[in-house]
């Protein structure tokens, strides 16, 4: 008889186990649609070239939040530090740079002074709580490649996965050479 409940117990155990593992794969699921989206957007966004706009061809989230080209995404800390926004699982920051290379966390107060600020966007995707995933990071850029790493650090809307050195190649040609094999392309939707 003990043996029994014993065995009973040790199911439910692994039930839940189950089930937790289930949860948290569909929250990273969840967050790499969104990643997904935000790559699509950017490059529609791209091709339509807005007029009049001093930053081109790529935007912010909170541009793309504006103009309807995103839906599903909550503000969680918008202004001069950083631009990010979540889902329910996952948050999600846009880094423009101007044709130097240099990245701007959030639109600048005189953007026609950057030069060629959107030439070229980076995406950033990190858990939003540690506990409601399986610590997948995600990365991509105007290339249109959708990369997922492994991310055992950075949770919650004060991580800066953006900020690590060395960072993932923003061309996917330098990826797949072997400049970071942590990394693995989930999509690709091409480059512009």
Do not use: C
């Amino acid at each position: 008889m003990l043996v029994f409940v014993a065995l009973a117990l040790l199911g439910v155990r692994i039930a839940t186990v189950v089930a937790s593992g289930a949860a948290l794969h569909q929250s990273e699921v969840a967050g790499r649609e969104m990643a997904q989206r935000i790559v699509v957007a950017e490059l529609k966004r791209r091709a339509d070239a807005p007029a009049g706009d001093p930053i081109t061809p790529y935007a912010f989230l909170s541009t793309l939040v504006a103009e309807g080209r995103l839906t599903g995404l909550l503000p969680v800390a918008h202004g001069k530090e950083r631009d990010l926004w979540r889902n329910e699982s996952y948050v999600f920051h846009v880094r423009l740079l101007n044709k130097l290379g240099r990245p701007l966390t959030s639109r600048p107060e005189r953007p026609e002074l950057e030069p060629g600020l959107g030439a070229n966007f980076e995406l950033w995707a990190w858990p939003f709580d540690r506990k409601h995933t399986t610590l997948s990071l995600f990365f991509a850029s105007d290339v249109g490649a959708l990369l997922q790493g492994d991310n055992g650090v950075f949770a919650g809307i004060g991580a800066r996965p953006e900020e690590v050195q060395p960072l993932p190649p923003r061309t996917l040609e330098k990826e797949l050479d072997g400049a970071g094999k942590q990394w693995i392309v989930v999509s690709d939707h091409g480059a512009p």
